[in-house]
């Protein structure tokens, strides 16, 4: 095998290159390239008034806008000193899964179900596999219609802002969404079946892997950082002493590390270390699933996001039923602009994101700071392709480049984020 | 024959795209109408040589990017910008307000060098010439859908000149100025039927500054009803450039 590159890598969000340099038949190095250009994002918000942050840094990733805007929400209310009512928090859930729902039918279907049926896109399965691609559409439609119906728009949306919503859907619209959510229940167990028939090469991360962990609820709105391997937990607001960045030639993208580790973030971590906070379909499906906890194995991030569709599904209709019953208000709360300094994480549905500023007295942003998940997955990334590629190195070239992306694939990445 | 389609996005955060696949409904009988040659977002095929339509995301912020732009100019016979960074350099271009290399500086710091070619973010059109124009942050689906149907056709341009503000009052939402907030609508370009004030928040500009639009009477509106005249340009600084919002 020669040396060889692979340019803006098919199916991930944003550009990423493989490049691999072969010695005497060995693999010598390996490693994702990010040319996804940067666009200085934490240096944009600097100087702009608070209430613009999460409309600014929304515009990081349009396929996670929902996570964006909710994250950068918080940590400028924990900057302000502002408490949320308990029906925002459940709006904001909805959002956050509608983003879920969205995200992950289109990485198993469109991103990752071609690979293993040997197709360059979902596009030719509509004509030989139309069921297969109709129960795509409507799980990632639900998730958009989700989107729409909290925050109006699903791509950046609009009524959620700092304090609240700025409307509410209307009760007879949720009613209707907790039956549609009842109804791609099935769709999403289908998902987990199809996906535990797919074979993945056998292959265990070294990487720390981390998730936010609550015991209300499966934490993707809130909850402390918590690692797996060894086994800490940590609040949020100590994020920037936890993970470490650093700046890596071959990256628009920053790499992370914990405690000197690279680490992996996403479904297969949130499943790890969450399994016990599963609903009862969640638990079903991961039995269903097949999977053995907790698995290191980044191949099986697929399955983890299946099991999440379904465990989404019976959560965000348990939301809405509390939502129509609980009254109460979501109209944003009163507060005070002041100086301060402030974190917030959610657990987007490529894994944790944080976001942290710092505000001046009068309003105007001094400081801002995003470490998204495919930031913290890249070191991860590159040591499984260092590790992956020499027991895949006899291959036929073009297999161990399938191989290889397949594996870029699983971990689900997203430039834009990562380089923001 | 299908005319022959490629998706192309430079600095972007791929939400046009997105919403591209967000047609779910239309979606597969809007590819029926057209070859999707290239999607990298979609499909591991390669950029062909040759194709009839180009559709960009984003706005322009490397030297990669600009002579991609010619590439792609010299093989299609027409280009459609989609999206606010496409057509005005948008979100990506307000890191220009304080100069390229401070933003470099801020976010990395002056070690291992990365970001190579990186130039002053601007509109695609400011490089190369766009037949059709979609504007929005992120661009309506079914704006999309007419545009991309004008230009099968061979019709030319066809944005909105008008502003925002008058959809508003045709929903008859209740005005943000008259309670002193600073809305946008006034010199907003119009197409998006008053998206947000119909959700109870003020227009953001995502369409970019209507050619109609006034800036100085829109400034003495702003100061009749209590609005600092001066955040109307710092407002606008997030989806234009410097020397539109003072104009
Ligand atoms: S115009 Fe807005 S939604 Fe579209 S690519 Fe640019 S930032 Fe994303
Ligand atoms: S109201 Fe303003 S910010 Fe909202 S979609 Fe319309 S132009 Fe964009």
Known sequence: ?420 | MAPRVVVVSLASDFGCQVQLTNMEDDLLDVLGLMDLTYWQLASSGHMPDAYDVAIIEGAVTTTEHVELLKDVRSKAAAVVAIGTCAVTGGIPALANTAGLETRYATVYGGGVAVAPGRIAPAPIDSIIDVDYHVPGCPIDTAEFLRGLSRVLQGLSDHMPDQMMCASCKVSENACFLEVGTVCLGLVTRAGCKAKCPSLGRPCTGCRGIAPDANLASAREVFARYGCDPASLASSLLVYNTAAEVTA
Request: hydrophobic share 45%; glycine share 8%.
């Open chain 1, 1 to 420: 095998m020669a040396d060889l590159t692979v340019e803006h890598v098919a199916r991930i969000e944003g550009h990423g290159n493989i490049s691999v340099s072969v010695e005497n038949g060995v693999v010598s190095s390996i490693r994702m390239d990010v040319v996804e250009p940067a666009r200085f994002f934490e240096s944009m918000v600097v100087g702009r008034r608070f209430d613009e942050a999460p409309l600014i840094t929304s515009r990081i990733c349009g396929i996670c806008s929902p996570n964006h805007a909710v994250t950068s929400i918080k940590a400028i209310e924990s900057a302000l000193g502002v408490e949320v009512s308990e029906r925002t928090k459940l709006l904001r859930k909805l959002l956050v899964y509608g983003s879920y729902l969205q995200n992950h039918a289109t990485h198993l279907y469109v991103f990752a179900a071609p690979d293993f049926v040997g197709l360059p896109s979902v596009f030719p399965l509509a004509a030989t596999h139309p069921d297969i691609v109709a129960r795509a559409l409507k799980i990632k439609k639900l998730g958009n219609e989700l989107c729409n119906l909290v925050g109006g728009r699903s791509v950046h949306p609009v009524t959620a802002v700092i304090g609240g919503f700025t409307a509410e859907p209307d009760p007879r619209k949720l009613e209707a969404f907790r039956e549609m959510l009842l109804d791609i229940a099935p769709d999403a167990v289908s998902t987990v079946e199809l996906f535990a028939s797919f074979e993945v090469p056998a292959f265990d991360t070294a990487g720390e892997m981390l998730a936010l962990s609550s015991t209300d609820d499966y934490a993707i709105y809130e909850g402390e950082i918590a690692a797996l391997d060894a086994g800490w937990r940590r609040p949020v607001s100590d994020y920037r002493e936890v993970i470490t960045e650093s700046i890596v030639g071959h990256s628009n993208a920053k790499h992370t590390m914990v405690a000197g580790m690279p680490i992996i973030v996403g479904a297969l971590p949130r499943l790890n270390i969450n399994a016990g906070s599963l609903s009862a379909a969640g638990r079903d499906a991961l039995a269903k699933a097949g999977l053995t906890m907790p698995s290191r194995n980044p191949f099986h991030t697929h399955l983890a996001q299946a099991v999440e569709l379904v465990d989404a599904a019976e959560r965000c209709a348990g939301y809405i039923g509390r939502l129509l019953e609980m009254g109460g208000s979501s109209a944003p709360v009163p507060f005070k602009i002041q100086a301060g300094e402030g974190a917030g994480a959610t657990e987007a549905p490529r894994g944790t994101l944080y976001h942290g500023y710092g505000i001046d007295d009068d309003g105007f942003i001094t400081r801002g700071d995003v470490i998204t998940p495919t930031a913290q997955n890249l070191a991860n990334l590159d040591a499984d392709m260092r590790a992956f590629a020499p027991t895949i190195a006899d291959r036929p070239r073009d297999e161990f480049i399938l191989l290889i992306e397949q594996l870029v694939r699983a971990y689900d990445p997203c430039m834009s984020c990562a380089v923001h």
